[in-house]
């Protein structure tokens, strides 16, 4: 099931467009097989060393998984990690084992680097607009938008999603 979860990956144009394929693939598959996924946000403070472990994170996944890091309406960073197939306890898991992956590589807590983060599980009862009202919590509704928007051709033609 997994292979068929990271189908949507060739067809995406941007980012923020591979990881809302991605989110609708997952969605799809809690609909049809009540799957279980997690949607991790982290909102990260205002500093070079935090935008680098964003980065670093968002580098950091499992090929299953997408990573979409939004610039903020207050102009930080909000890390949005897609993870397919994690429970909740898998989830808190993964964010125990980035901690001190962060830890390793910057000398710094990855509770240090935050200023918020929310977790959420995707199930059968999730659309797309309720998993992007969940990312504008942290990212805020204009940065939202904005990164979904994007050019798809030197014509300028906007997608929004």
């Known amino acids: 099931m997994g292979n068929q979860l990271t189908r949507s990956r060739g067809a995406a144009l941007s980012r923020a467009d591979w990881f809302l394929a991605e989110l609708d693939t997952v969605m799809k598959f809690a609909h049809s097989h009540s799957t279980e996924s997690s949607i991790l946000s982290l909102k990260f403070k205002d500093s070079p060393a935090s935008s680098e472990a964003a980065l670093y994170i ?49 000398e710094l807590s990855l509770d240090d680097m935050l200023s918020d983060s929310m977790v959420r599980q995707i199930t059968a009862e999730d659309t797309r607009a309720s998993c992007l009202r969940f ?10 938008k904005r990164e979904i928007a994007v050019k798809r051709d030197e014509g300028g033609q906007a997608s929004a999603a």
């Open 58 to 106: 968002s580098e950091s996944i499992r090929s299953l998984d997408a990573s979409w890091i939004i610039s903020a309406d207050d102009k930080t960073t909000v890390l949005c990690l897609l993870l397919p197939l994690m429970t909740e306890t898998q989830c808190i898991a993964f964010i125990k084992r980035m901690d001190r992956a962060v830890n390793e590589q910057f």
């Open 135 to 144: 990312i504008a919590e942290l990212a805020g509704s204009s940065a939202l």
